[in-house]
């Protein structure tokens, strides 16, 4: 993965994190877990979503990047998705295109502290931006990690840290319409 790349990754990690603390701000507890009048999640169910999601995630990728530390893998060259990758990221791509239901391990169903969820949220994005510092300068598309959805999908390690944003991105455009049905 190149600085470049890493750049703009950091700078999408910033990005949903403001746009996470932007959104829940002056929203009271009961706001946050309201869900909206026609189904779906809560503003609270979401953050807890994606921060189930990044904790399942993230160590897999942490796991490939001590691989390519360790193996001395390093690259100047661009990473791309790969078939697998860019598939993914171009469907969870905000706004959504198709509805699709999580696996039970991802589902929010015991959202606790509600307002403490947007820093626990900041604080997985802040564990993702180390991992993009470490994976700078190495050869991220040569080392594979398993969906912690489905152990059958296997994407490189570019990719994962792609696909931690951009699922957080579609998520945080299902909260603002969550808030605003509320």
Known sequence: MTPEQARDLNAETELVSKEAK????????????????????SVAEI????????????????NAIVDLELAGRKSSNRSGLGFMGWLLVKSLEPPP???????????????TGPLTLVDRFVDTNTKLKGLIARATGLATTTVKVAS?????VKY???????????????????????????
């Not at 829940?24 to 999640?41: F, H, I, N, V």
């Not at 295109?97 to 015991?110: C, G, H, I, L, N």
């Not at 912690?148 to 059958?152: K, L, R, S, T």
């Not at 951009?166 to 319409?177: D, E, G, I, N, Y």
């Open 156 to 182: 490189n390690v570019y990719a994962a840290l792609r696909i931690v944003l951009v699922h957080a991105r579609r998520h945080l455009f299902q909260a603002r319409l969550a808030k605003s049905a509320g």
């Open 97 to 111: 295109r198709m509805k699709t239901k999580t696996t039970k391990p991802f589902e929010p169903v015991a959202v």
């Open 22 to 41: 932007a959104l829940t701000s002056g929203m009271e507890e009961a706001a946050l877990m309201k869900r909206p009048p026609d189904g779906g999640w």
């Open 47 to 62: 953050l807890q979503h994606l921060i189930l999601t990044a904790d399942a995630m993230l160590p897999l990728a942490e």
């Open 148 to 152: 912690p959805f489905n152990a059958a």
